[in-house]
């Protein structure tokens, strides 16, 4: 009986490195938490002290395990959306805390968390224990399947698909991203304006979440009527298909994208785009500072 609560201490001691572990590598709350206890049950049902280095231990356990509901969310690709967006549009019914999930959200990059979604199960696993926990690939390698070298070029991959690709020059590409940033910053301070004044008269509106005529919504005035103090909390920007855009990604669940069309320095078009079936076409990436 001594040796198992003393077994449970050391697991507890950690418990919250193992949760953010567990977190990055499914942006799931809730999975996190069903991974960790499942490492515990592993723990629980092993030879504790034959374990040098309990946290490696710990953490190669919850990376496997984590590894496989990554591959199961694949293999259910027919029946669930989550296997291009995880998490995206569950219910509130789903989520067990809101507000520590947020928290983690937040602590990891809401852009982050949505593009690691992006990545396939080994690809992900690799890159957040080698980039973000620093764990060498001599490690990595057995949890993934790989060879060593097999693994760094897994880990090369994630990070290109991570930061993404520019698909203009960078003069073009700073003055686009200084448009979007005024459009987002005015839509959540409400500063009608600013909005106005970063929207060509003419601009469109085009709504994948609308249906008919309310689907389109023309003109500057209109369309800063419609997003004036509205704009999602969590929304930021973001790479999509290598142009400056918004994703609006509550606790790190996708609910919507922004493309943009600048010209002459005015927003000319914009497209939410909602549907996980498009969204899973675009190329989401990280917007570096």
């Known amino acids: 009986m001594n040796e198992q609560v003393g077994l449970a201490n050391t697991f507890e001691a950690h418990r919250n490195h193992l949760q953010a572990v567990a977190f990055r590598l499914l942006g799931s709350l809730s999975e996190a938490e069903d991974a960790v206890q499942e490492a515990w049950l592993r723990l629980s049902r092993a030879d504790?002290?034959?374990?040098?280095?309990?946290?490696?231990?710990?953490?190669?356990?919850?990376?496997?395990?984590?590894?496989?509901?990554?591959?199961?969310?694949k293999s259910r690709r027919e029946e669930s959306i989550e296997t291009h967006l995880p998490d995206a549009l569950t219910s509130q019914e789903n989520i067990i805390d809101p507000e520590q999930e947020a928290v983690l959200a937040d602590s990891v990059g809401i852009a982050?968390?949505?593009?690691?979604?992006?990545?396939?199960?080994?690809?992900?696993?690799?890159?957040?224990?080698?980039?973000?926990?620093?764990?060498?690939?001599?490690?990595?390698?057995?949890?993934?399947?790989?060879?060593?070298?097999?693994?760094?070029?897994?880990?090369?991959?994630?990070?290109?698909?991570?930061?993404?690709?520019?698909?203009?020059?960078?003069?073009?590409?700073?003055?686009?991203?200084?448009?979007?940033?005024?459009?987002?910053?005015?839509?959540h301070s409400g500063d009608f304006d600013t909005l106005v004044a970063a929207l060509d008269p003419d601009v469109i509106l085009r709504d994948d979440r609308q249906t008919g005529s309310s689907r389109e919504t023309r003109g500057a005035i209109p369309l800063a009527k419609q997003v004036s103090g509205r704009a999602q909390k969590a929304a930021q920007l973001a790479l999509v298909n290598g142009q400056v855009g918004i994703i609006a990604a509550p606790r790190g669940r996708l609910l919507y994208v922004l493309q943009f069309t600048v010209n002459h320095g005015k927003i000319t078009e914009v497209d939410l785009i909602s549907d996980p079936e498009r969204i899973s076409q675009l190329d989401l990436a990280v917007l570096g500072d």
Not at 52 to 72: A, F, H, P, Q
Not at 115 to 139: C, K, Q, W, Y
Not at 153 to 160: E, G, I, N, P, Y
């Open 48 to 73: 504790g002290k034959g374990i040098e280095n309990m946290g490696g231990w710990l953490t190669t356990v919850v990376s496997r395990i984590c590894l496989d509901m990554l591959r199961s969310r």
């Open 112 to 187: 982050l968390l949505v593009v690691l979604g992006n990545l396939n199960p080994a690809e992900r696993i690799t890159f957040v224990l080698h980039d973000v926990f620093s764990m060498p690939f001599t490690e990595i390698a057995p949890i993934v399947g790989k060879s060593e070298s097999a693994t760094r070029q897994l880990a090369s991959r994630a990070r290109r698909r991570i930061r993404g690709a520019k698909a203009m020059p960078e003069a073009d590409f700073d003055h686009q991203r200084n448009v979007v940033q005024a459009f987002l910053a005015a839509a």
